[in-house]
């Protein structure tokens, strides 16, 4: 089955400056990869998604990046706000069946002002 | 948009008893509905993935009979925890995607259950 790998586990950076995490996936049958972000206590809110069919899709100042061949995507936040620390989360999926997201362990982001 | 309910959000119960979580979409149906599992500070885990009219299909290691799960209608499916004891407290999530729709998924609110 489908394993996620992502890092780092914590990541602490100062407001306005940028944030990036990683994840790889072992499944290369898996094409669909969303990022969500998690408050303490909260749902998780997805915040961009990206599909096998392109490398690379932005959100203002998010963005996702995915290399298919090394079976790694990240997540890029450019000018870091304070609003922006939580835990994030990525997942793969396959759209066959029941598109079951597999997710990522969890990175910590902690902007400080 | 997409919204999906959960109820109750907090739940405390005794030990040996059961307690029953319903998960809904409001505005749109969904054919298929997952259940997840959440540790403090730990990322969530697949339970089992809950078909309309169907039975769930369970992950690995879930006790099908101590997680009870029934997805009688496109809108709502429930999941029962069976004669709860303490280790089974814990951030119970659900996620629905449109039947339209072929992955994104979204969150319910999430349900902690605190056995004691």
């Known amino acids: 089955g489908e394993n996620v790998e992502q890092h780092p586990s914590t990541l602490s950076v100062q407001e306005g400056d940028s944030a990036v995490i990683k994840c790889t996936y072992s499944?290369?049958?898996?094409?669909?990869f969303p990022w969500y972000k998690q408050e303490l206590g909260k749902r998780p809110q997805l915040i961009i998604d990206?599909?096998?069919?392109?490398g690379e899709k932005k959100d203002q100042r998010i963005a996702v990046t995915l290399n298919k061949t090394a079976k790694h995507f990240s997540l890029h936040i450019t000018e870091t706000q304070p609003e922006d620390s939580a835990v994030y989360f990525c997942?793969?999926?396959?759209?066959?069946?029941?598109?079951?997201?597999?997710f990522g362990q969890g990175t910590r982001l902690t902007i400080n002002p | 948009g997409a919204v999906v309910s959960q109820h109750p959000s907090r739940v405390i119960c005794k030990s040996g008893t059961s307690v029953k979580i319903e998960c809904r979409s409001l505005?749109?149906?969904?054919?298929?509905m997952f259940w997840y599992r959440q540790f403090p500070k730990q990322s969530l885990m697949l339970m089992a993935t809950s078909n309309e009219g169907s039975k769930a299909t369970y992950e690995q290691g879930v006790e099908k009979d101590k997680f009870l799960i029934n997805h009688a209608s496109l809108t709502l499916s429930t999941l029962t925890v069976t004669s709860a004891h303490p280790e089974d407290s814990s951030f119970y999530i659900c996620s629905a995607g449109r039947s339209s729709s072929t992955d994104t998924q979204y969150f319910g609110p999430g349900t902690r259950l605190t056995v004691l």
């Open positions: 997942a793969a999926s396959t759209i066959q069946g029941a598109q079951k997201l597999v």
């Open positions: 499944d290369s049958a898996s094409n669909y």
């Open positions: 505005d749109f149906q969904a054919t298929t």
């Open positions: 990206i599909r096998s069919n392109v």
